[in-house]
């Protein structure tokens, strides 16, 4: 057993703490600041929960992560938390908040009985660049995914046996706009094509994927995968497609082309400077882009498909010709690139 003692570590001459806990997605734009800060010669503390370590533990400008469980503190204690650990650090940025609440509104905060035009008008700003200005960091986007030496071997071989051209998508999110639902006519499109699709997504995903097991060129991954192993693929297939998730957060800054059916946020918001990125909007849909956090329906509109609830209005008014449009432009200019 290796001990470590913390008197025989010495203290780093500049330190940094960075706080953020939420969704993978959450973390993964944190990471964004992490090289300009250890740039700036500080030794960088990461607070965040469970699911952010696992999509930053191999990042190498993060030098220690202290990890939390999902409100172990109290929200009420929080305050005094932050107060007693900023004190122990050179520089304390704290992105608790930086999108959810202030330009995401939640509800019950003021902010989210604001009319349309109030929320358009105050909260459509840059996610990324208003972390940056919190950090005191240039804007100059970093965020990136770093799979493990065998994690990038696996994806590199799992590609070569599905063979090329191959798209990743990952069917759903952390809430109920985040699920596009045209998604069997545009599978049935796609691989008619010629064209592989591999899904992703949590074991909720894997209701998304019945109906899709006798197509020979689907391959259902759904809670099957883990999140790590599917974010090393995203890099390494021909396309990648989803909603606003972690996922898409993973690939934002890498060459492979991506398609993102944009819900609550605006192009502005999120993708405004992602690379290689096409951002589908829906079209007719007064409530879009909200703005807004949500937990149910309660203020997310419903949209309908055959007569039944098919998803959010956003997401349902995204249409399957919109979809197959932008698969076959990024496809087709994938193949070009790589002839």
């Known amino acids: 057993m290796i001990r470590q003692f913390s008197h025989r570590v010495p203290r780093p001459e500049k330190t940094c703490a960075v706080v953020r ?13 992490f090289p300009w800060l250890k740039a700036q010669g500080f030794h960088v503390t990461m607070y965040t929960v469970p699911n952010g370590y696992a999509v930053l533990r191999h990042d190498p400008h993060v030098d220690k992560f202290i990890i939390q469980d999902v ?46 035009e109030m929320r358009h008008k105050y909260l459509n700003h840059n996610y990324l660049e208003f972390m940056h200005d919190i950090a005191g960091v240039p804007y ?3 965020v990136k ?3 493990s ?40 499109s796609i691989t008619a094509a010629g064209i592989n699709v591999v899904t992703v997504g949590d074991e909720m995903c894997q209701t998304l994927e019945a109906g899709l097991e006798a197509n020979p060129r689907v391959h259902r991954r759904s809670w099957v995968w883990p999140i790590r192993q599917s974010m090393a693929f995203a890099q390494v297939c021909d396309l990648v497609i989803g909603s606003e998730t972690g996922m898409l957060n993973a690939v934002a800054f890498e060459s492979v082309p991506k398609i993102v059916t944009l819900s609550h946020s605006s192009e502005n918001n999120l993708t405004r400077d992602w690379m290689n990125c096409t951002s589908l909007v829906p079209s007719e849909t007064p409530c879009y882009p909200c703005h807004r956090l949500h937990y149910g329906w309660d203020f997310c509109h419903k949209g309908y498909k055959d007569g039944q609830v098919a998803g959010a209005l956003c997401q349902v008014n995204i249409g399957l010709q919109q979809m197959l449009d932008a698969v076959s432009h990024c496809i087709n200019k994938r193949m070009e690139k790589a002839a």
Not at 21 to 33: K, N, P, T
Not at 171 to 176: D, K, M, N, T
């Open 145 to 147: 995914f770093y799979p």
């Open 71 to 116: 409100d172990a503190i109290p929200n009420e204690w929080l305050g005094d938390f932050w107060a007693y650990i900023a004190k122990r650090y050179d520089k304390f940025i704290n992105f608790s908040e930086s999108v959810e609440r202030t330009l995401l509104a939640q509800p019950g905060n003021t902010n989210h009985g604001w009319s349309y």
């Open 149 to 188: 030496k065998e994690e990038r071997n696996w994806a590199l071989m799992e590609y070569a046996r599905i063979g090329r051209p191959t798209i990743l998508w990952c069917l759903g999110g952390s809430a109920v706009h985040k699920h596009w639902p045209h998604l069997d006519e545009a599978v049935a």
């Open 140 to 142: 100059e986007p970093k």
């Open 21 to 33: 806990y939420g969704a993978m997605g959450d973390a993964l734009q944190s990471a964004s600041v």
